[in-house]
């Protein structure tokens, strides 16, 4: 198996531009999550889907943030607008009820500028 | 809610152990985690330790759960430069939304030659 896949691995874009992370989930996993790392935060989780259903948001900052999960393998993290205080790196990560370990992806490094 | 601390910054000498610090507060947790991400990389799990467990040893790593106090520590023997990594500790709950692990801050482990 490839893994969790994200895309893109960086992104750089301007203040109050939409940007649009993507998470391809290891297949047969019914649990995705979004976490945020920041030097000064570590890693927050932002949104958790099950059976592609959000059941925790209450990371999610604002309203600019939101996730999709569409399917069970594709999620989307959407930013709109931007602002340069979102600049972080974000993982996917997925796993499957029963399992004990958690898989992530490479991240997305993200730059608002 | 659930909290997980540890320290933000460890460093040892090449050869020396190292050993990092974790403090959780749910008192259900049944896994207790801890994951290492290289420069660039996403989290990869170290090792895990089941609650009903005191100690386990893997090859140069060895994890300690204290329950009563709600301690977990991972000593790592004849560091190496290679170990230089951040260190993440993880728990899970036993039940509900607790589905997602609660991950402390992360550790910065630098190994000095």
Redesign the interface.
Same mark, same amino acid.
């Given at each position: 198996d490839a893994g969790v896949i994200q895309s893109p691995r960086h992104e750089v874009t301007e203040m109050g531009q939409e940007v649009t992370l993507r998470c391809k989930p290891i297949s047969g996993h019914n649990s995705l999550f979004w976490y945020r790392q920041t030097m000064m935060r570590g890693l927050e989780l932002l949104i958790y889907f099950n059976n592609n259903v959000p059941i925790d948001d209450s990371g999610m900052p604002e309203d600019r943030f939101s996730a999709k999960m569409p399917n069970a393998s594709f999620s989307t993290l959407k930013i709109q607008p931007s602002e340069p205080r979102d600049s972080a790196v974000y993982f996917c990560a997925s796993n499957r009820d029963g399992n004990t370990e958690a898989f992530f992806g490479q991240g997305t490094r993200l730059t608002v500028v | 809610g659930e909290d997980v601390e540890q320290s933000l910054f460890l460093s040892v000498r090449e050869g020396d152990s190292s050993v990092i610090n974790c403090t959780y507060t749910d008192s259900s947790s049944t *896994?207790l *985690?801890w *994951?290492k991400q290289e420069p660039g990389?996403? +989290?990869?799990?170290l090792t *895990?330790i089941f609650s009903n467990m005191d100690m386990k040893q893997d090859q140069r790593l060895t994890v300690l759960l204290n329950k009563k106090d709600k301690h977990l520590s991972l000593r790592i023997a004849d560091t190496q430069t290679g170990d230089s990594a951040i260190y993440?500790c993880a728990e899970?709950g036993s039940s509900g939304?607790a589905?997602? +692990?609660?991950?402390?801050?992360?550790t910065q482990l630098t190994v000095l030659p």
């Open positions: - | *896994y *985690y *994951y990389a996403g +989290l990869q799990l *895990y993440f899970k939304s589905r997602q +692990l609660t991950f402390g801050s992360g």
